[in-house]
């Protein structure tokens, strides 16, 4: 699930960019490859070692000294520097890399689509995780990596709108694997059938039904939520996507807890799987900006509105 939905947001740059050319130049072939059936995953790197949350709402990006730079050279640039956590990193043929231009500050943040094959860029090491142990987070080394000019996606010094833009496309989709990651398992169900106490199976003790009820109103109601959402996503703003990823997502971290508590011992064993889920759900609160950023994210939105309310106009 991470590694396809790392690959649309590595793309997504592209798809936004708004050029018709970066599309057919550098899409099309990614896509005739898959279906040659070799895949070609396109990771997204913004993280720095020393900047997460920075590069992602900006609030430290104006103290932030830049982690990935970019030199013009002829025809091109050359990038140097350290990004980390990227999903999929160590498979991925190309990447959308996000770096600042040489002597300048974060605000000159441009999008570079790099060759992971280019002389100079290497997966340093991949991060041995809590969840999602399927898609390797890595860190990656760049060391004077050329990329042509006609691969800055979106303009020189756009990356930030090209960043914010992109995030507010993938957020949704977070929430709904925060949906997705509970649902389709009945196994709390399943199991307090299964399991006894004082003789009889869990099911049958009325505050077990009443735990289960809430879990099953929760999940739907993380799944309208996400719907909702969904339908306003073509509006140019932070808001939907933002409250989306970070509300849900906590539910669904909430129902997987809910599930532990019902099943006491059992939940912690391997064999029911609830252990992967817990540690699964609990990276989409921290990754495409932690639950935190994506709440100021929100309130970034408002922030036309919450002033107006000051002034006593009302929103
Ligand atoms: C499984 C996984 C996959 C990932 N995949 C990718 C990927 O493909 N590409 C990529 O670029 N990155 C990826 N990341 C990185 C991810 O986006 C960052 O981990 C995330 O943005 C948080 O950054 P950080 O870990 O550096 O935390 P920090 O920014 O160091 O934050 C630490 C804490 O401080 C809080 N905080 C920070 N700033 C503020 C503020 N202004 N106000 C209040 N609180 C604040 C945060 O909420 C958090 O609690 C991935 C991460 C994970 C876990």
Redo the contacts with the bound molecule.
Sequence with gaps: M?LLS?HH?GAMPLILSGRAGNILRHLAPVYRSCERGEPHLI?????EPA????V??G??AEVYRPGVVATPTDGGYLLNGR?C?????DLAKTATVFAALQGEGMDSWTCFYVDCGAPGYKVARTEL?MG?RA?G?AEIELTNVFVPSDRVIGGLRNGWAMNRATLNASRIPVAAQGVGLPRPRPRPQWVSRRYKVGGKALIHYQDVQLHLATMVAETRAMRSLVWQEAKAAWQPRQLHASLCKFHVTDRAQRVCEMAMDLLADHGGKHEDQLDKIFRDVR?TL?????N??NR?SLIEDWQAQLLEFNHGVGV
């Design positions: 991470l790392a947001l990771a997204f790197a913004i993280t900047a997460g949350s920075d992602e709402d609030h430290g990004k956590f990227i999903s999929g990193g995780k999602m898609s987070a990276l921290i990754f495409e900006g932690t935190q950023i100021l």
